[in-house]
């Protein structure tokens, strides 16, 4: 270990680098995450805004930009309710809590979840988090505030999902080579 005055400049812990891989491996999986969202001037473009001709088309649509724009609507619904939880303190407590909760055992989680010697299944981990998470903010009084903030952001996405065009979203999927290249060959 070398020094300059009394900062050390190099760690002799060997957990101390473990846990900096950890939270190095967290930060990579985050950006991988949030890289699968798309640009907010590409959602919101206001020239893709179109009322649909029927309602099949309308469903058609909703489908096509709830798969396109999924991490986009994430983070407006969780915004959404965040801010719908700032008059309730101990529910934003709660709901940070079990973000945390969230992204420890199911979003960063490199090897597979082992409790009492049992191996736990991802979908078992989402079902126990997701009835959790419902049951700890209801239990704090806030379930009229969680409700409206829900219903807020699926119209939001239903709105949005409708009224925005999706022929331009598969020019931008062969922009970035995420389309087939069969037309090709």
């Known amino acids: 270990m070398t020094t300059y ?14 846990n900096l891989d950890y939270l190095s491996r967290a930060k990579e999986r985050i950006k991988a995450g949030l ?20 309602f099949q088309e309308a469903l058609f649509r909703i489908k096509t930009n709830v798969s396109f724009f999924r991490m986009n609507y ?6 959404i309710l965040f801010l719908s939880l700032l ?3 101990i ?22 979840l082992v409790v009492f010697g049992r191996l736990i299944d991802d979908r078992v981990v989402l079902i126990v988090l997701s009835v959790l998470t419902l049951v700890f903010l209801f239990l704090t009084n806030a379930a009229e505030n969680i409700l409206v903030a829900l219903l807020i952001g699926v119209v939001f996405v239903v709105a949005h999902g409708t ?6 979203l ?16």
């Open 5 to 18: 005055g009394a900062i050390p400049t190099s760690s002799s812990s060997p957990g101390t680098s473990s």
């Open 35 to 54: 890289g699968t969202r798309h640009p907010w001037k590409l959602m919101f473009d206001f020239h893709a805004v179109k009322l649909p001709s029927n």
């Open 74 to 79: 994430a983070i407006i619904v969780l915004l």
């Open 87 to 89: 008059w309730h303190p």
């Open 91 to 112: 529910s934003l407590i709660v709901f940070i809590i079990m973000m945390a909760a969230w992204l420890f055992l199911y979003f960063l989680r490199d090897e597979p």
């Open 163 to 168: 009224l925005r065009k999706t022929d331009d």
């Open 170 to 185: 598969f020019l931008d999927k062969e922009a970035t080579g995420l389309m087939s290249t069969t037309a090709e060959t």
